[in-house]
């Protein structure tokens, strides 16, 4: 995977200390991390509280004279970006690659922001690779400028450049001794970005930049792929988006030429220049926004080019991803002579009667806690009351049937939106729902202004002791982080010792939820109800693996089912499903036996886990 490329490339490059937050498309970097045995890794790891640590942490290590890297997922640039954007001011001695993991096609993020903006406005050069062959060469040579300018450069993959597959040389891997001598020189700065100093260090940052330009030239990255020719068409691209190019093209047959882009910042202006000037005609495939485009089209009017260029011309050219299928219908919109909206053979015709797979819904897994919490805080709720949502497996809350969490920004942001729907209105309770990883990574701030302020709402904390949704990576509440057993933080104790009035329950134990939601509300002012629940993917997980495991599921007594079907229209588990008569079965397939659904059962029909026969 591109992915696993990355951490290849971190260790032959002899980078020392790699930093990170979870989130897709990059949480498999760490996986392939996690397999390298701790006395061999080559470099230090660790999993910060939030991409803005982990930037911080990386950026010291530079300083200090080692090679460095972060990764996250392309919004956690956002949070990051308080530190980011003063980077390429500061003189990074050992270098530092930031490992960018953007997402065309918003497959696991709340938008399809393009990065490529913030580095323009931070003055900092992205490499962007097509496959995972090139995440390793890249990584390579970004890694090389950085320590060479020291600065900064970016990585960006995107999703399908992080999970493709394929076969990737690599140099030969010779372990190097770890130098612990000090290297921090504050000479070398400065390292204040203040009053005076801010002219000069931007100066030096945009003068490292220009050098770029010189290696957007010269990286073997940046080459024309010839065509029929003749033609006078040609395209430039970068990225993922070259791959579906060329898989477009090799059925067309006189294809353009193709200027493919390595650095899309800064860019290769002699080389588009010289492209543009033997085409009549260009066309620019980028996903997202026209970053390339605006860039392209400044060469061509500086350089008196006439060359038509077409960029993005609809709408839909703005979003999604640009696979092959997406790529040929953009190709035959704008040459409809030269490319075929169908690959040769037309597309593949599907079996008579076969429709595809039934769309199904996202939810949380069979014995999820935050479902037996939805179920008990809905009790406890008025009709009009508003709900908030926050990031994390409890965000799913919003569809039915639990219909909770109305407004949702981005991670930690629940609190602070509570706290301003809340003003000036007692007659709507506010409830706001946050994950304990969450918390850990950006919900304190506000807590800490909702009782600084005296704000009035309840925020439920919804903790299973794990990161959950990204793959069940630690936080600083789980015990234990990426090298091992740690002391575990608790988010009681931290709440009460800034004044917070805590209330606490598993979330299985659902009156006393319902109970403690109702008290918490009618009380008035900020309240805090911590609705606590292991994750059962991951519990079952471990269990799974103990010797003598036996599986278990609860059953249905049809003699007692009176069909009000609370289990299935109410509480919602997948395991549950209606039979054609409007009877209720159990898929033993997703059961876990977990017991949460008993007490859900106005009619007592669902009998205790017990073991299956087949165990």
């Keep these: 995977m591109g992915n696993t490329a990355i951490v290849r490339a971190m260790a032959v490059t002899g980078t020392r200390v790699v930093t990170a937050y979870p989130g897709s498309p990059t949480p498999e970097i760490a996986e392939a991390i996690s397999r390298i045995p701790a006395p061999e890794r080559p470099f230090h790891f660790e999993f910060s509280t939030n991409e803005k640590v982990a930037t911080e942490v990386a950026f010291g290590a530079s300083i200090n004279g080692h090679l460095s890297c972060v990764f996250f997922k392309s919004v956690g640039l956002n949070v990051a970006a308080d530190t980011f954007v003063q980077l390429s001011m500061m003189e990074l001695a050992g270098g530092m690659v930031i490992v960018m993991g953007d997402d065309p096609g918003c497959n696991s993020s709340q938008n399809e922001q393009d990065n490529r903006h913030i580095a323009r406005l931070a003055y900092t050069p992205i490499w962007e690779p097509m496959d995972p062959q090139e995440v390793h060469d890249m990584y390579l040579e970004a890694a090389a400028w950085s320590q060479k300018m020291r600065m900064p450069v970016i990585l960006r993959l995107s999703t399908h450049v992080c999970h493709a597959k394929m076969r990737v040389r690599s140099d030969a891997y010779t372990p190097q001794p770890l130098d612990p001598t000090p290297r921090f020189d504050a000479a070398a700065g400065p390292y204040l970005p203040i009053t005076k100093l801010v002219a000069p260090l931007k100066r030096r940052a945009l003068e490292k930049l220009e050098k770029t330009r010189e290696q957007a030239e010269a990286t073997p990255f940046t080459r024309v792929i010839p065509g029929a020719p003749g033609t006078g068409l040609g395209l430039i691209t970068a990225g993922l988006p070259t791959a579906s190019v060329l898989e477009v093209l090799s059925t067309v047959e006189a294809p353009p030429d193709v200027l493919r882009l390595g650095l899309v910042h ?350």
């Design 266 to 615: 800064p860019l290769p202006a002699r080389a588009i220049a010289d492209f543009l000037r033997t085409h009549g005609e260009v066309k620019i495939l980028e996903e997202l926004d026209d970053f390339l485009e605006q860039g392209i089209v400044q060469i061509a009017y500086r350089e008196g080019i006439s060359c038509r260029i077409r960029g993005k011309e609809d709408l839909e050219a703005w979003i999604g991803e640009y696979t092959p299928p997406k790529v040929r219908a953009i190709l035959h919109a704008t040459w409809p002579g030269l490319v075929s909206a169908t690959p040769p053979g037309g597309p593949a015709t599907p079996a008579a009667g076969d429709d595809g797979p039934t769309p199904r819904a996202p939810q949380m897994c069979p014995g999820c806690g935050h479902r037996s919490a939805f179920h008990a805080v809905a009790q406890a709720l008025a009709d009009d009351d508003i709900t908030v949502a926050d990031i994390g497996c409890h965000t799913l809350g919003f569809m039915p049937p639990y219909n909770m969490g109305q407004v949702l920004l981005c991670m930690g942001a629940s609190p602070g939106i509570s706290a301003g729907l809340s003003l000036f209105q007692k007659s709507r309770r506010v409830v706001a729902f946050i994950g304990d990883s969450t918390f850990f990574h950006a919900g304190v701030p506000g807590v800490i202004n909702a009782l600084f302020n005296r704000h009035d709402f309840t925020l439920i904390v919804m903790e299973n002791g794990t990161t959950a949704m990204t793959g069940h990576q630690d936080h600083a509440g789980s015990g234990a982080n990426f090298n091992g057993p740690v002391q575990s933080m608790s988010i009681r104790d931290l709440l009460v010792s800034m004044g917070a009035t805590v209330r606490e329950v598993d979330t299985y134990a659902q009156g006393r939820l319902t109970q403690l939601v109702r008290e918490a509300n009618e009380a008035g002012g900020f309240q805090v109800v911590i609705a606590r629940h292991p994750c059962m993917l991951a519990h079952m997980r471990r269990e799974s693996r103990k010797p003598g495991h036996v599986r278990r599921q609860v059953r249905i007594l049809k003699d007692r089912c009176d069909q009000q079907h609370v289990c299935v229209m109410r509480f919602g588990c997948p395991s549950f499903f209606l039979e054609p008569d409007g009877g209720v079965h159990v898929n033993e397939d997703l059961c876990i036996g977990d017991g949460s659904c008993l007490q859900t059962c106005p009619s007592k029909a669902i009998a205790p886990p017990a073991a299956r026969e087949d165990s």
